[in-house]
């Protein structure tokens, strides 16, 4: 895979030019217009070919192994209280079940504690 290497551009150009009095904004435009100089080209004698081009690297990398799996609740997003309706579970009219999961849930919650499921 082709990479650009900005950091060693960026310490190139910057050791070579002052940039006391410029904005960042002046400093980034020109350092876009210096890679887009066009200079010689080192591995081909008598050609050209733009700056950035001599900071891109040839890098191998590992593969990534995508992760393709069903969203599991972990339970973290819990309160006593609030949207999430209340972690206890009374029984008689203060309760309802899960539209989705069928576990007892506060009456006034909007998500399930369990699965996350919006309530109706």
């Known amino acids: 895979m082709k990479v650009f290497n900005g950091k060693t551009a960026a310490e190139e150009y910057m050791s070579s030019h002052t940039l006391t009095f410029s904005t960042p904004e002046l ?15 080192p591995k ?16 191998d990398f590992a593969p ?7 969203y599991v609740p972990t339970g973290a997003i819990r309160s006593s209280g609030g949207i999430y309706g209340s972690l206890k579970t009374e029984s008689g009219a203060s309760t309802k079940f899960c539209s ?5 849930i506060s009456l006034n919650a909007k998500f399930c504690t369990e699965c996350g499921a919006t309530q109706d």
């Open 27 to 41: 400093t980034l435009t020109r350092f876009a217009f210096w890679l887009g100089d066009i200079i010689p080209d």
């Open 44 to 59: 081909n004698p008598g050609q050209t070919m733009l700056r950035i081009m001599a900071y891109v690297e040839e890098k």
């Open 64 to 70: 990534v192994p995508i992760i393709d799996e069903e």
């Open 100 to 104: 989705e999961c069928g576990i007892k």
